[in-house]
């Protein structure tokens, strides 16, 4: 059992900064990977970046690269997502997800566990 609490959501202007945090306590040792993923009104939920537990790999979404970077404090249990050079299209729900099965990192439907989910709105 694992649990995930997202926060750092927020309202910012494009072209600001924002950096999510992810909280993750339970049963962590069966973990492969988390991620990040969103959902933009009127869209499906997509995979924004992703990162290997052990931390030693990450994956970002094309739309993405280049201004957001996915890290995670081992110590802590923590996953974070910096996002600079925010646009309005960035505008979602940001969830957190922890997948124990060995399955595309881009597959939303092969993660475990998901956060709450935290609101990202950019404005012009």
């Known amino acids: 059992q694992v649990q995930l609490v997202e926060s750092g959501g927020g309202s910012v202007q494009a072209g600001g900064s924002l950096r999510l945090s992810c909280a993750a306590s339970g049963r962590t040792s069966s973990a492969k990977a988390m991620a990040w993923f969103r959902r933009a009104p009127g869209k499906e939920r997509e995979f924004v970046a992703g990162i290997t537990w052990s931390g030693s790999s990450t994956r970002y979404a094309d739309s993405v690269k280049g201004r957001f970077t996915i890290s995670r404090d081992n110590a802590q249990n923590t996953m974070y997502l910096q996002m600079n050079s925010l646009k309005p299209e960035d505008t979602a729900v940001y969830y957190c997800?922890?997948?124990?099965?060995?399955?595309?990192?881009?597959?939303?439907?092969?993660?475990?566990?998901w956060g709450q989910g935290t609101q990202v709105t950019v404005s012009i």
């Open positions: 997800a922890l997948k124990t099965l060995r399955v595309p990192q881009t597959l939303s439907a092969g993660y475990d566990y």
